[in-house]
């Protein structure tokens, strides 16, 4: 009879420890929700039914990443090719890319929901940028127009009512000097109004 209440109790103490640490892992192990508009709409990323990669102000700075260009270096099948001019860099997705004489790209560029229709724009760095989203396949019935191999999206944090600010320089061979300097503010003062009722 003492062993079979041995037995019971130290069954129940292991499976408390068991679902202690089970519940402990899985909180560890969830995943960050990132929510993104590359359908039009505000949803999560693991519910989007295409194949798109997401950048946010902290993996854009964790990556290092300081322009369009440097995307093609941490999302699989893009390419952005040099045509030696500058400004005029023209994106390849899944091997697929228009010449640049055709002054048009297969590859849509958009900004704030503004689209760039051609090679230029893709040599841009960025500044203050909230999320970058990649999509990759046709793209034409959400986004037009030469969207054919796929879209970059790019979204710019929007203002608000506190002041950022952001600078950043860089000095390197034959006398390279780079500054970056971004400031952001409220766009309307705020105003406090106050209210007196008077009861006779």
Do not use: W
Not at 50 to 57: A, C, L, R
């Amino acid at each position: 009879m003492r062993t079979l209440i041995a037995v019971t109790i130290f069954i129940s103490i292991t499976l408390f420890f068991a679902g202690s640490v089970q519940a402990h892992t899985q909180s560890e192990t969830a995943l960050e929700t990132i929510t993104v508009t590359a359908q039009k709409q505000e949803e999560d990323v693991q519910g989007v039914p295409m194949s798109i990669s997401v950048f946010n102000t902290q993996h854009i700075e964790a990556l290092n990443i300081e322009a369009i260009s440097q995307l093609s270096d941490f999302v699989p099948n893009l390419t952005l090719f040099d045509n030696g001019a500058s400004g005029f860099d023209s994106p390849s997705m899944r091997g697929l890319h228009a010449f640049l004489d055709s002054a048009t790209v297969s590859t849509g560029l958009f900004v704030d929901g503004v689209p760039i229709l051609m090679a230029t724009g893709f040599e841009d760095t960025f500044l203050d940028i909230e999320r970058v989203e990649v999509l990759r396949g046709p793209q034409g019935t959400l986004y037009g127009k030469n969207t054919e191999a796929g879209v970059i999206n790019i979204i710019t944090r929007q203002p608000d009512n506190e002041f950022r600010g952001k600078i950043a320089g860089e000095y390197g061979e034959d006398n390279k000097q780079k500054v970056n300097l971004n400031l952001a503010g409220p766009i309307m003062k705020r105003i406090r109004i106050c209210f007196l009722l008077a009861i006779p």
